[in-house]
């Protein structure tokens, strides 16, 4: 049975920081749902009622776009191994580029990886928690690397080039906001 909280407890907190994925859900006020898996050491945690995550470069930027129209956004936790549990967590959300002042202090709290384009902030609105009883039983390898290399590989001229082509609207043609 779902039950609904209004900030993270110690032992919710606990659980987001076990596992390997997460998922992203935003819309705006027409157009497409976008819903995006996210993995890597990109989220954190900074109080019950606040979670950051760091956006890494992409082949779209629809987060970005949808939070200029509707701010409001949906985390989404599953546990793949163990005691079944589906954590969401609802809030409202800003993107935070390089260059913004907040940005060296929150990209503080991560490791320095190629490609970071924004950090999205989560006020965290309600907590909820369900089941997971249907959720498969999957055995985590290892986070995949090629996400990455391709930015290195581009170095930060060419990640900015990327932007510029492919990251400065959304498939549904709304402006996303980064820097170019």
């Given at each position: 049975m779902a039950k609904f909280f209004d900030k993270l407890s110690t032992a919710l907190t606990g659980f987001i920081q076990e596992q390997q994925m997460f998922f992203v859900a935003?819309?705006?006020?027409?157009?497409?749902?976008?819903?995006?898996?996210?993995?890597?050491?990109?989220?954190?945690?900074?109080?019950?009622?606040?979670?950051?995550?760091?956006?890494?470069?992409?082949?779209?930027?629809?987060?970005?776009?949808?939070?200029?129209?509707?701010?409001?956004?949906?985390?989404?936790?599953?546990?793949?191994?163990?005691?079944?549990?589906?954590?969401?967590?609802?809030?409202?959300?800003?993107?935070?580029?390089?260059?913004?002042?907040?940005?060296?202090?929150?990209?503080?709290?991560f490791p320095d990886m190629a490609g970071a384009r924004q950090i999205f902030d989560v006020a965290i609105e309600s907590v909820q928690t369900s089941c997971g009883y249907a959720v498969p039983l999957y055995e985590y390898v290892e986070q995949r690397s090629r996400l990455l290399e391709s930015a290195e590989q581009k170095g930060e001229a060419g990640i900015k080039q990327y932007w510029a082509d492919k990251n400065t609207e959304s498939i549904d043609g709304k402006p996303t906001g980064i820097p170019v």
């Open positions: 935003t819309a705006d006020v027409d157009g497409r749902v976008n819903l995006s898996p996210k993995g890597l050491d990109s989220l954190r945690v900074l109080s019950p009622n606040r979670i950051i995550w760091l956006n890494l470069t992409g082949s779209g930027n629809e987060t970005a776009a949808h939070i200029l129209g509707v701010n409001r956004m949906t985390l989404m936790f599953c546990s793949f191994m163990g005691n079944p549990l589906i954590l969401r967590v609802y809030g409202s959300a800003e993107a935070v580029y390089p260059g913004d002042p907040e940005w060296e202090e929150l990209k503080n709290e």
